[in-house]
């Protein structure tokens, strides 16, 4: 008892054929493909459906998975008038798990945890969850629900209904580049709290409602939106070392540096350094990148510490236009389809997940009369 790995630090809890992390060559592969790779071959919709059913699509079958999810894309009216009712100072990541919750009680198959149920569900989830979030952004900004145009791609049709336009190929590009990068991450602590919620065979809708709750922290998906957040206090390059130092001299945390597995480099950064680069280079704004780089050199030189992939994506969003708000919300936009992938996993072999604890409280007592 007196082994507790506080955190779970380095215990490995089950198996998995999802994705792998491997530190030590800086790699990162959803079911065997190194997420590079996909992310340069591949688009979006190609990496849910190889996350989702283990193997990349052929034509036929990508053509399939890409209806399903476009003729599951509307959300109800009463899901719409909820969303435009949300308390206007509520946060997206709050509505929107609210209003994944509240997509259970619609859901037709809510209580039918058969692998069939799970993966129609898992489709309608990914094919909703991006119009809930853009519908959240416009309602957000005072503007009018903009529905889903079953004409465009994913990516496409999420620029469409935030903004009523889409924006050029390489902005495309790099917003299919960061949903590829966040679509799975093995078992971090989101991805873990959805597989400890159906662990007790609860269901789908339940383990990702309670996903959002656990991505919503700043040590976690939260720290996208703190990264932008930063960016923005620092306002130019040459403030940006002492920005760093003064933090590090209050002993503060400097979000979107670090990592729980990745101790040395985060496998996904460059990737999303070269499309935030390429982002930059086509709004014609030169300083953000180099504000990023004063930071990231500043924390290797004082920390050691290297950028993770909120890093790069926080300010790839904000120069795509998105609400620093709604940073993590787009990050769910992409992380369900792995969501769903473990949830389905966890079924298919479950064991309830029930940890133990070491008492260390008020000895035993009796109540007293007096
Ligand atoms: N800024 C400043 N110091 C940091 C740091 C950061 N972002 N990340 C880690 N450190 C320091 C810790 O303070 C600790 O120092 P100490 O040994 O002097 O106490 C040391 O590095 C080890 O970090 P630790 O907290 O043990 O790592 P962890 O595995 O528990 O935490 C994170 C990992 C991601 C939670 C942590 O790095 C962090 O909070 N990062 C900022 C939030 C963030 O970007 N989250 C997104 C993760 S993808």
């Known amino acids: 008892m007196s082994d507790i790995k506080k955190g779970l630090i380095g215990v490995i809890s089950d198996e998995t054929k999802v994705s792998e992390v491997m530190p030590e060559i800086n790699s990162l592969t959803y079911r065997g493909y190194a997420v590079q790779d996909l992310c340069e071959n591949c688009k979006f919709e190609e990496v849910a459906y190889l996350i989702l059913n283990n193997d990349l699509p052929n034509k036929k079958q990508l053509k399939d998975f890409e209806n399903q999810e476009k003729i599951n894309r509307s959300i109800s009216n009463n899901l719409k008038n909820i969303i435009r009712n949300y308390p206007k100072n509520a946060h997206p990541m709050d509505t929107?798990?609210?209003?994944?919750?509240?997509m259970g009680l619609e859901d037709p198959e809510v209580n039918n945890n058969s692998p069939e149920a799970n993966y129609r569900k898992?489709?309608?989830?990914?094919?909703?969850?991006?119009?809930?979030?853009?519908?959240?952004?416009?309602?957000?900004?005072?503007?009018?629900?903009?529905?889903p145009n079953n004409d465009l791609g994913f990516c496409e049709n999420f620029f469409h209904m935030c903004f009523g336009k889409i924006p050029s190929k390489e902005v495309v590009k790099a917003f299919d580049a960061s949903m590829t990068?966040?679509?799975?991450?093995?078992?971090?602590?989101?991805?873990f709290t959805s597989r400890v919620i159906s662990s007790?065979?609860?269901d789908l809708h339940?383990?990702?409602?309670?996903?959002?709750?656990?991505?919503?922290?700043?040590?976690?998906?939260?720290?996208?939106?703190?990264?932008?957040?930063m960016i923005k206090e620092v306002g130019s390059a040459d403030k940006a070392k002492d920005f760093i130092l003064s933090k590090i001299k209050k002993k503060q945390l400097i979000m979107g540096f670090g990592h729980r597995v990745y101790r040395n480099g985060d496998s996904r950064v460059p990737t999303m350094t070269k499309y935030y680069h390429k982002t930059a280079k086509y709004y014609q704004n030169t300083e953000l990148p180099k504000i990023s780089k004063v930071l990231e050199d500043t924390m290797l030189k004082e920390k050691n510490i290297k950028p993770n992939l909120d890093f790069p994506a926080g300010p790839?969003?904000?120069?795509?236009?998105?609400d620093i708000d709604f940073f993590t919300p787009i990050f769910i936009v992409s992380r369900?389809?792995?969501?769903?992938?473990?949830v389905m996993e966890q079924f298919e072999n479950?064991?309830?997940?029930?940890p133990l604890s070491k008492y260390i409280g008020e000895p035993l007592r009796k109540v007293s009369n007096n």
């Open 96 to 102: 929107t798990r609210t209003s994944v919750s509240y």
């Open 122 to 147: 898992s489709i309608r989830l990914m094919a909703k969850m991006s119009t809930i979030v853009a519908a959240s952004f416009r309602v957000k900004r005072g503007e009018n629900i903009i529905d």
């Open 181 to 191: 990068l966040y679509a799975e991450h093995s078992f971090n602590a989101s991805t």
């Open 200 to 202: 007790s065979l609860s």
């Open 206 to 229: 339940g383990a990702i409602t309670g996903a959002i709750a656990s991505l919503k922290g700043p040590l976690h998906g939260g720290a996208n939106e703190a990264v932008a957040h």
């Open 316 to 322: 790839t969003y904000y120069l795509m236009g998105f």
């Open 336 to 342: 369900i389809t792995g969501w769903c992938a473990h």
């Open 350 to 354: 479950n064991k309830l997940i029930r």
